[in-house]
């Protein structure tokens, strides 16, 4: 099996069918059929050069633009929800940390002679079920469908890194002080007067809500609730506070060695003494192999009538100069209030991204730099009314008997670059002593370019004679999902015949 563009190609590559004979089956037999173990055929004729459409190609070899095209196209583009990560925070308002370090914060300025209120921020909680007031504030954002455009645009125009204020150097700086208010004002006005809040992707306001982040290979986004408790520190009263939702946004892309960290703080509801007037600002940490380039969260007014906002740009700190190499990183933002009724800013608030892995260990790009989303498991679709109808229906046959890779289950195919490897996968799988029908080539199931195909995996495999051109085509998209995907070795995929 090759990671090949030809009917190969497909064979290792995932839509694979070929004349699967045993040995002593007739020429003649069936279409199609499940093997497992099928003891090899005339090893000499395996030697044979392979049929036109059956191309062997170097899994190192860039990708064309077809095949970038056509991988792109076959890529679904669907969220999933993440796993929860500890910077999520702990569920349900003040916890007992939380607590005690809100009394402490008390007890501290209750000796102060002109203080009155303190502010006590409370943890995030998934906003499963939205109130009438969650919902009126959603309802007010503009969001778009497709925001590849845009992140594509964000990324190629990053804010001058150098801007004052601006650079973390801090690589480890998940702890570090939360800013307060620049002493600036003014300048922190004209600040955000420049910026323009990122358009969320329309599903995150649709189904964002339902759990934490919700993420693609590319993006990831979700909803959550937090709220702010004013303290009258005479009395340890509760006396006023401020509902409001965070949308947390990050976006990346396969070519890149940046990606972006919005947090959108809408009010929701407000009540009592102390809150008029409070406003919000920000910073962002990076953990892992990963530094925050560019950072944005001026204070800001919090109120239902504004967007309040924080933008960052992190970058990967993988050693670019040495070859295949990887790593995750995470951005943490976190946000602090303040009043001048308070005697002192609240404690800060934290969301962190989900795990994002950039690396430049692509094969066919080993100089490019890249980051995804590595919790997304990448899944390319394949059509019963596509144009290679009969690689679709030999894989759906295939996945119907038990084979790995079937969307919506957690059977995953994974990826194999060892050209050497590949091309045993494909040659037990489809030898070339089985005759080719004219116009036909040999289509294998798992593919070739994974660990699941016909010599490395359990033995089960399936082949089928397909349609030449479309057994060529669909390898193509195979290869460009890879690259598109930014799909390496080891990875998980899924395959969607719909």
């Known amino acids: 099996?090759?990671?090949?563009?030809?009917?190969?190609?497909?064979?290792?590559?995932?839509?694979?069918?070929?004349?699967?004979?045993?040995?002593?089956?007739?020429?003649?037999?069936?279409?199609?059929?499940?093997?497992?173990?099928?003891?090899?055929?005339?090893?000499?004729?395996?030697?044979?050069?392979?049929?036109?459409?059956?191309?062997?190609?170097?899994?190192?070899?860039?990708?064309?633009?077809?095949?970038?095209?056509?991988?792109?196209?076959?890529?679904?583009?669907?969220?999933?929800?993440?796993?929860?990560?500890?910077?999520?925070?702990?569920?349900?308002?003040?916890?007992?940390?939380?607590?005690?370090?809100?009394?402490?914060?008390?007890?501290?300025?209750?000796?102060?002679?002109?203080?009155?209120?303190?502010?006590?921020?409370?943890?995030?909680?998934?906003?499963?079920?939205?109130?009438?007031?969650?919902?009126?504030?959603?309802?007010?954002?503009?969001?778009?469908?497709?925001?590849?455009?845009?992140?594509?645009?964000?990324?190629?125009?990053?804010?001058?890194?150098?801007?004052?204020?601006?650079?973390?150097?801090?690589?480890?700086?998940a702890e570090e002080a939360a800013s307060t208010a620049p002493a600036d004002e003014s300048a922190a006005a004209a600040e955000a007067a420049k910026r323009t809040p990122w358009k969320e992707p329309k599903w995150c306001i649709d189904a964002g809500v339902d759990s934490t982040w919700y993420i693609e290979r590319l993006r990831g986004c979700g909803i959550w609730r937090s709220g702010l408790n004013v303290i009258d520190v005479r009395t340890g009263r509760t006396v006023g506070g401020i509902t409001y939702i965070v949308i947390g946004y990050s976006f990346s892309a396969r070519d890149s060695k940046t990606w972006a960290y919005q947090v959108k703080l809408l009010e929701t509801k407000r009540w009592g003494r102390g809150v008029n007037g409070t406003k919000v600002s920000g910073s962002a940490s990076c953990i892992g192999k990963c530094k925050v380039v560019n950072k944005s969260f001026p204070s800001q007014t919090i109120s239902k009538t504004s967007e309040s906002y924080g933008q960052f740009f992190i970058d990967t700190t993988i050693n670019t100069a040495a070859s295949k190499q990887r790593g995750t990183g995470r951005s943490v933002a976190k946000w602090t209030f303040t009043n001048s009724q308070w005697a002192a800013p609240s404690e800060p608030t934290k969301l962190a991204t989900v795990d994002v892995r950039c690396d430049n260990a692509l094969p066919g790009a080993p100089r490019q730099v890249g980051c995804v989303n590595v919790a997304a498991v990448p899944v390319i679709s394949y059509s019963l009314t596509g144009p290679w109808p009969e690689v679709a229906e030999h894989i759906k046959d295939a996945q119907a008997t038990g084979l790995p890779g079937k969307y919506g289950t957690t059977d995953y195919l994974t990826r194999l670059t060892d050209r050497k490897k590949i091309t045993e996968n494909r040659e037990k799988a489809c030898p070339s002593s089985l005759q080719r029908p004219p116009g036909k080539s040999c289509d294998e199931y798992a593919f070739a370019s994974t660990w699941q195909g016909a010599k490395y995996g359990s033995g089960k495999f399936s082949r089928r004679m397909v349609d030449a051109g479309q057994n060529t085509d669909a390898g193509k998209a195979l290869k460009g999902f890879y690259t598109y995907s930014r799909v390496l070795e080891g990875d998980r995929f899924l395959v969607w015949i719909r």
């Open 1 to 173: 099996m090759l990671l090949a563009v030809g009917a190969v190609t497909l064979g290792l590559l995932g839509s694979h069918l070929g004349v699967a004979q045993a040995a002593g089956e007739p020429d003649t037999g069936m279409d199609t059929s499940l093997t497992m173990g099928v003891p090899p055929t005339d090893a000499l004729a395996d030697d044979a050069s392979l049929e036109p459409g059956e191309t062997d190609e170097d899994p190192d070899a860039a990708p064309s633009e077809e095949e970038l095209v056509l991988g792109a196209d076959s890529t679904v583009k669907e969220r999933e929800v993440a796993p929860e990560i500890a910077e999520d925070g702990e569920h349900v308002g003040l916890a007992a940390g939380q607590r005690a370090a809100c009394d402490k914060q008390v007890e501290d300025v209750a000796g102060t002679p002109w203080a009155q209120f303190a502010a006590c921020g409370s943890s995030l909680e998934p906003a499963i079920e939205l109130s009438t007031d969650e919902r009126a504030a959603l309802s007010q954002l503009e969001t778009a469908v497709d925001t590849s455009a845009a992140e594509a645009a964000v990324l190629a125009d990053i804010p001058d890194a150098g801007q004052a204020g601006s650079q973390d150097t801090t690589q480890d700086g």
